[in-house]
């Protein structure tokens, strides 16, 4: 069974930074898409990052310029660093993992959530 571990939330002032981590295991499926997503009170879930094997990544707009999603392949891990944060940003932040059994069916993972607050 795949696990999530997320670290590196936390409480940050606005304009300030935050590192965000991810580290897959328990599973020798191929993970394809590693990466953030987040929900804040009364509101869905959205996509803020997601890094791809092909090299590519997927920025939410509200984070472009303010956000790098870095995937180490070989670790199994992501890094979300985010900078000039905002109040807006306040939300739980979730790792997503997209992977791809023996059989060849995908599938997705969540973590726990970890939760980030931004304010003065």
């Known amino acids: 069974q795949v696990k999530l571990v997320e670290s590196g939330g936390g409480n940050v002032q606005p304009g300030g930074s935050l590192t965000l981590s991810c580290a897959a295991s328990?599973?020798?499926?191929?993970?394809?898409?590693m990466g953030w997503y987040r929900q804040a009170p009364g509101k869905e879930r959205e996509l803020v990052a997601l890094?791809?094997?092909?090299?590519?990544?997927d920025y939410a707009e509200s984070v472009k310029g303010r956000a790098t999603n870095s995937k180490d392949n070989g670790e199994n891990t992501v890094y979300l660093q985010m900078s000039n944060l905002k109040p807006e940003d306040t939300a739980v932040y979730y790792c997503y993992t997209k992977l791809r059994n023996a059989l060849g069916l995908w599938y997705q993972w969540w973590g726990q959530g970890t939760q980030v607050t931004v304010s003065s």
């Open positions: 890094s791809h094997n092909d090299g590519t990544t």
């Open positions: 328990g599973s020798k499926d191929s993970i394809n898409a």
